[in-house]
């Protein structure tokens, strides 16, 4: 697959995420493609499980694998789940840590939790941003760029993060999949990740038990790389089983 397939993909996935839906025409113009290579990739990405074509277009794919609009009870629960995700994963901080934090709902709950306390935090989440720089013990670290979406991302920012020793990470992820690993759907989100990876001695993925079995367009690291998956107790038995006796680490 060219780079021109693989960057038309994510475009395509970052509108359907952002508008709920996607028409042929309109991306076969902002792309500069004709209606039939729009066709063929929106036949590709059905495959893949990441949307539904219908007439004229796709929207998102009705199982989880992108975001949607729960009902009143389902965010609540979503909700506690994250407070709860949220609270399991700080307990693995401690006093002076160096810490990054990735862009994303459980990581922003653990800011918010975050006691205004001696602590260093890398983060590139505007949302986060918010959250801690009010906690004047907290030493923020921004790396910049450009903004997309709540995030601040940009190529320099990656060599600078690379030079980090950071002691602890908590990476969000789209999906959490035994053949897949951790993925998302845009590339430069994805290298963002890799670096705070790279540069942290031990590396939490913070996923709710939803993200479990999904998967999305790239796959930016192996749960090999991950110390330990920090998930809810939503996740069912039967699911922690088998991910367990793959050698994926669940706490």
Avoid at 80 to 88: F, P, R
Avoid at 116 to 139: G, M, R, Y
Avoid at 144 to 164: A, I, P
Avoid at 195 to 209: G, N, P, S, T
Wanted: aromatic share 6%; glycine share 8%; hydrophobic share 40%.
């Amino acid at each position: 697959m060219s780079l021109s397939v693989i960057k038309r993909h994510e475009k395509i996935m970052e509108l359907l995420l952002q508008d709920g839906e996607v028409k042929s025409a309109g991306l076969s113009q902002l792309m500069g493609v004709t209606g039939k290579t729009i066709r063929e990739d929106l036949e590709k990405l059905e495959e893949q499980g990441l949307l539904s074509r219908v007439h004229g277009g796709a929207v998102p794919k009705n199982d989880g694998h992108v975001g949607s609009f729960p009902g009143r009870a389902a965010m609540t629960n979503c909700l506690q789940q994250k407070g709860e995700l949220a609270a399991k994963a700080l307990e693995r901080i401690e006093p002076r840590d160096i810490i990054a934090l990735d862009g994303g709902s459980t990581t922003l709950e653990m800011a918010r939790r975050l006691p205004n306390a001696p602590l260093t935090v890398i983060t590139n989440d505007l949302f986060i941003i918010s959250e801690l720089v009010h906690k004047d013990q907290i030493h923020l670290v921004v790396p910049g760029g450009y903004q997309k979406r709540n995030l601040l991302v940009n190529g320099e920012s990656l060599s600078f993060l690379k030079k980090l020793n950071v002691q602890k990470v908590f990476i969000s992820t789209t999906g959490l999949h035994l053949d897949y690993g951790l993925t998302i759907y845009t590339s430069d989100l994805a290298e963002q990740k890799q670096a705070l990876i790279e540069c942290a001695k031990y590396r939490y993925c913070v996923a709710d038990h939803s993200k479990f079995d999904k998967y999305a367009l790239m796959t930016f690291a192996q749960l090999s790389e991950m110390d330990a998956i920090i998930t809810d107790s939503g996740l069912d038995a039967a699911m922690r089983n088998r991910y367990q006796g793959a050698g994926v680490p669940i706490q």
